[in-house]
C-alpha cells in the first residue's frame, strides 16, 4: 500500500478595479446554476445547468487548482456583491498550453469584464511562472465576442488546433509582448496582484520598462466585500482590503 504526500497549493484571492476573483465555494451552486441556465450564454461554450452537473463542474475547477497550481476563481462584482461569472486560468492533459478562460453573465456583456478579469489573470501567472513564454486562449472561430476579448488582450491567433471534437482557433500572447503592452499603463484588471507579480513589474526581473505596481497579499473576502488590512492603491486605484488566501490539498 501506498500514500500520496500532500502538496498544499494555495488559490489566491485577486481584487481588480470593479471584480473580485476569488476561489469556488459550494454557496455559488445556485449563481451558476442561473448563468448557465441562458442558452445564448452557452451558445458557444455549453455545459449543463442542473445543480448536479454544476457541482461537478465546480469540482473541476477546483482540481484543476490542485493538479495544476492553476485554475479559474467566481467573478464577484464589487459594487453589487453579484456573482457574475467564471474566469482566471485552464489547462489539462494534451492541452496546447495554459489558458485564459472567460464566462461572464449576460446581463453584464458589454462592460469590459471579461477583459478585465483576463488581464488580472494572464498577469498573475506570468507573474507566479517566470518560465511561462505565452499564455493562450482557445475560442471556437465563430465565437466572435470572445475573439475581440481575446484581441484586445493583445493576443492574436497562433495557429488552429482540433480539440474536443471541434476545430479551436488559439489565441497567444508572449510574455515579452504581455509587459511590453503593460509598460506605461496599469489597465483594469491591476488593482492588486501577488507580490512575485510586483516584483517582476517593479523592475526586479528582467523585463525592461515594466512599471512598478504595488501590492499585498491577496485572499479570499465574503462576495465583493473582502476584510482584512488595506492594500495598497495602484496609480490611483483606492486602495482595496485582502485577506489570507485558500489552501488546496492535492496528491503529488
Known amino acids: 500500500m501506498t500514500t500520496a504526500k500532500a502538496t498544499l497549493v494555495t488559490i489566491p484571492t485577486l481584487t481588480t478595479e470593479r471584480?473580485?476573483?476569488?476561489?469556488?465555494?459550494s454557496s455559488d451552486v445556485p449563481g451558476f446554476v442561473a448563468i448557465w441556465s441562458d442558452p445564448e450564454f452557452t451558445r458557444y461554450i455549453g455545459g449543463r445547468c442542473d445543480p448536479d452537473s454544476v457541482w461537478h463542474?465546480?469540482?473541476?475547477?477546483?482540481?484543476?487548482w490542485a493538479?495544476?497550481?492553476?485554475?479559474?476563481?467566481?467573478?464577484v462584482e464589487r459594487a453589487s456583491g453579484d456573482l457574475v461569472g467564471r474566469a482566471g486560468l485552464w489547462t489539462e492533459p494534451g492541452w496546447p498550453g495554459i489558458e485564459a478562460v472567460w464566462f461572464i453573465r449576460r446581463d453584464r456583456w458589454g462592460r469590459g469584464y471579461?477583459?478585465?478579469a483576463g488581464t488580472a489573470a494572464i498577469s498573475w501567472v506570468f507573474a507566479e511562472r517566470p518560465e511561462l513564454a505565452e499564455v493562450i486562449s482557445v475560442i471556437l472561430p465563430e465565437n466572435t465576442a470572445s475573439v475581440r476579448v481575446a484581441e484586445r488582450l493583445g493576443m492574436t491567433c497562433a495557429r488552429l488546433q482540433h480539440l474536443h471534437g471541434e476545430q479551436h482557433a488559439v489565441y497567444a500572447t508572449g510574455?515579452?509582448?504581455w509587459y511590453d503592452r503593460l509598460a506605461g499603463a496599469v489597465p483594469r484588471g491591476l488593482a492588486e496582484l501577488p507580490a512575485a507579480a510586483a516584483a517582476?513589474?517593479?523592475?526586479?526581473?528582467?523585463?525592461?520598462?515594466?512599471?512598478g505596481v504595488r501590492t499585498a497579499p491577496a485572499g479570499p473576502g465574503a462576495a465583493g466585500r473582502p476584510e482584512g488590512p488595506s492594500a495598497p492603491a495602484v496609480r490611483g486605484v483606492p486602495a482595496v482590503p485582502s485577506t489570507p488566501a485558500v489552501p488546496v490539498h492535492s496528491p503529488s
Open 200 to 211: 517582476v513589474l517593479s523592475g526586479a526581473s528582467a523585463v525592461p520598462g515594466a512599471p
Open 67 to 75: 493538479l495544476s497550481g492553476v485554475g479559474p476563481w467566481a467573478v
Open 114 to 116: 471579461a477583459r478585465e
Open 19 to 25: 471584480l473580485v476573483m476569488r476561489p469556488l465555494r
Open 175 to 177: 510574455r515579452a509582448a
Open 57 to 64: 463542474a465546480m469540482a473541476g475547477n477546483i482540481g484543476c
